[in-house]
């Protein structure tokens, strides 16, 4: 499936800007600033400035909270994109309901004890992050996440994300039977979006620590419906 781009000029802008550019613009900016979020039940909060909150959304990591108070900018940051500024780029802080900066492995229990697939999830959302694809929720399709070859505001998403462990017993409890997949695959096709498998195999390191992660080994597979019409040969009229 090819890219959707919405609008003339929207495929210039993308390469004229890319991603991998405004992340890393974003990861100099809130390095420079020692940029803190706290730690608020399943996402982190974070306090920004004008140029922080520009950056944070040509990015896209995060979605502006809007709150009584005027005078600051908030951003809520999802638990996958926040260990990924945390841990990935190490351009993020984060503060613990006791005021005290959590070190990556007390915030790696923390998000684990929310999420038990978490490490899972954080493995396929920092697999396509590292491509330059930029991930986002993927809630209102029922899949993990979504992902788009730009900024969703230049580009539809192209492909729907489903993130599960290798012999996992069916840790996520999906796609255990054909009719998941189909059901799945449909809706996919509805929303012109392909669905993306990511396989995670923890090579049996377990998930005691973030540094595991670099022993995961990630396998893409995508899933579409076979169309009878388009693969039928061409037969001669007689």
């Not at 945390?86 to 351009?91: G, H, I, P, Y």
């Not at 419906?225 to 009229?237: F, I, K, L, M």
Request: glycine share 6%.
């Amino acid at each position: 499936m090819k890219p959707r781009w919405k609008g003339k000029g929207s495929e210039a802008k993308a390469i004229a800007d890319p991603m991998s550019k405004i992340v890393s613009l974003l990861q100099s900016s809130m390095v420079q600033s020692e940029t803190c979020g706290l730690l608020s039940s399943c996402s982190v909060l974070v306090e920004v400035d004008a140029e922080l909150a520009d950056l944070l959304n040509r990015a896209c990591f995060g979605r502006p909270r809007i709150t009584a108070e005027k005078d600051k900018q908030w951003f809520q940051l999802d638990m996958e994109e926040a260990f990924y500024l945390c841990f990935s780029l190490r351009c993020l802080k984060v503060v613990g309901e006791d005021g005290c900066i959590k070190s990556n492995e007390e915030l790696w229990e923390d998000l684990k004890s929310k999420k038990t697939v978490f490490p899972v999830s954080y493995k396929a959302y920092s697999h396509l992050r590292h491509k330059s694809w930029v991930v986002r929720s993927g809630l209102q399709y029922g899949v993990d996440f979504v992902a788009y070859r730009h900024h969703p505001a230049l580009v539809h998403s192209e492909y729907a994300v489903l993130a599960l462990l290798e012999g996992g017993n069916d840790q996520n409890g999906r796609l255990r039977v054909w009719s998941d997949v189909h059901c799945t695959v449909r809706l996919c096709g509805s929303v012109a979006k392909t669905l993306l498998i990511v396989i995670v195999n923890d090579n049996c390191q377990g998930a005691a620590t973030p540094s595991c992660l670099e022993h995961y080994t990630v396998e893409e597979r995508t899933i579409t419906r076979w169309n009878p019409e388009q693969s039928r040969e061409d037969q001669a009229v007689l």
